[in-house]
């Protein structure tokens, strides 16, 4: 048995003598230690012998609780997990409506990191960028967060006080991502000096994504032609009736004999507004001028080219942009001048007023990038192989969701959003 050996088990032998309240008094030191050193120094970095240094106390007595630096660090959210629950249920008493509730679930967040930025680094630069920290306890103690989130946007669709036909698994993700790319703008980026200013930004794009979306002003014809495509999709001409169009199209059987004549006339006219609309488009194929065309195209190709590289996406996601050296470099430069065609877009579209002339194209950007790592870390970079995703389809959602957001921005005012903190 060699000296540290000995020194270990002699420690852990003289333990007792301390009693509980030593205990807690000592494992509190450790952590507060651990906290100080990894968030100056950064987990790969940082060592027990110097934690254990911070906290006067000795390595082996750190080992007689965590099983090394990573059980350690990943026990941190364990260690706030009472403080933190209990100081949001306190801010969330006598709050009754889902609006209210929403918005102090994510000033709550964005405050808790503001008061406690060492822990906020360390949990986004070091634990969430550990593929081992999505299997621990840890994690599951940070998540119940992400639950409180999902439990209101579910209660808030059930009793009508959000759209009905919500993605609310979807928007919790949104809200997750752009609350941890905010605290990475500010702790490893250095963009802000805190989070809660932006939080007017944040809700107005969160709350433009809970209206409900206007009704599109279908035509008949419209309306008959989509009903058409979809029972031709399903039955061939032959099997198709015209009753079953009409019922789908919400018009009389009647109606459809007189704009189209009969089922062969009016499955020919199918093609036509596909096909002129093509040939409307192609101008605006190698130059898109529309802002909403090109916002849409920027947050595909970026989806769509960022991910096509899954060993470079994988270690992107997981080591380089949680490395707080990567924001002082000239690749994260880089990294801003492809966002910086983004925020241009907002811009114009604003100047344009296609876009809520309100939105902050910085907050926007983190929404984008947070959401798109959120996703893409699930699909490429963690063992969810068995699940089977529709990528395409996801894609489709978060384009769709964004523009909406773009074009139906509404910043609450600031009274409204400090009422009662």
């Known amino acids: 048995m060699n000296n540290e050996q000995t020194k270990e088990k002699k420690d852990k032998k003289s333990l007792p003598q301390y009693g509980k309240a030593n205990f807690s008094e000592k494992r509190q030191k450790i952590i507060a230690a651990a906290e100080d050193v990894v968030s100056e120094k950064g987990l790969r970095e940082a060592t027990i012998a110097e934690i254990a240094k911070a906290a006067g106390l000795s390595d082996s007595f750190i080992y007689h609780y965590f099983k090394g630096k990573e059980d350690l660090i990943f026990s941190l959210p364990i260690e706030r997990e009472n403080e933190f629950y209990s100081l949001l249920n306190e801010h969330l008493q006598g709050i009754w409506d889902r609006e209210s509730q929403l918005r102090k679930i994510i000033w709550f967040y964005l405050w808790y990191c503001d008061t406690n930025p060492k822990y906020a680094k360390i949990l986004h630069l070091d634990c969430l960028s550990s593929a081992d920290f999505y299997h621990s306890q840890g994690y599951k103690a940070f998540y119940k967060y992400a639950n409180i989130l999902l439990s209101c946007l579910e209660q808030g669709v059930a009793e009508g006080a959000f759209r009905q036909d919500l993605d609310t698994h979807l928007l919790r993700d949104i809200i997750i991502a752009l609350l941890g790319c905010e605290v990475v703008s500010c702790l490893a980026a250095?963009?802000?000096?805190?989070l809660l200013p932006d939080l007017g930004d944040i809700m107005?794009?969160?709350?433009?994504?809970?209206?409900?979306?206007p009704m599109l002003n279908e035509s008949k014809i419209d309306k008959i032609?989509?009903?058409?495509?979809?029972?031709?999709a399903e039955k061939s001409i032959y099997k198709a009736r015209v009753t079953e169009i009409a019922k789908i199209a919400g018009v009389s059987e009647g109606t459809v004999y007189e704009y189209f004549g009969n089922k062969e006339k009016l499955m020919l006219s199918i093609p036509e507004r596909h096909l002129q609309r093509l040939t409307e488009n192609i101008p605006e194929l190698f130059e898109i001028k529309n802002p909403m065309r090109r916002l849409r195209r920027f947050i595909k190709y970026y989806f769509y080219n960022f991910s096509s590289n899954q060993n470079f996406l994988k270690t992107f996601l997981m080591q380089i942009q949680f490395t707080p050296?990567?924001?002082?470099?000239?690749q994260f430069?880089?990294?801003?001048n492809f966002f910086q065609i983004f925020e241009e877009i907002i811009k114009e579209g604003s100047s344009q007023g296609c876009f809520s002339p309100d939105i902050n194209p910085r907050v926007f950007r983190n929404m984008l990038i947070g959401i798109f790592n959120n996703l893409t870390l699930r699909w490429f970079a963690q063992d969810n192989k068995n699940l089977p995703v529709d990528k395409t389809k996801k894609i489709d959602d978060v384009t769709n969701m964004l523009c909406f957001v773009a074009t139906n921005f509404d910043k609450p005012p600031i009274t409204m959003l400090y009422e009662g903190e």
């Open 190 to 194: 250095n963009e802000i000096d805190s």
């Open 204 to 213: 107005g794009l969160i709350m433009s994504m809970l209206k409900p979306r």
């Open 225 to 232: 032609l989509n009903a058409a495509e979809q029972v031709f």
């Open 325 to 330: 050296q990567f924001y002082k470099t000239d």
């Open 333 to 336: 430069k880089h990294f801003l």
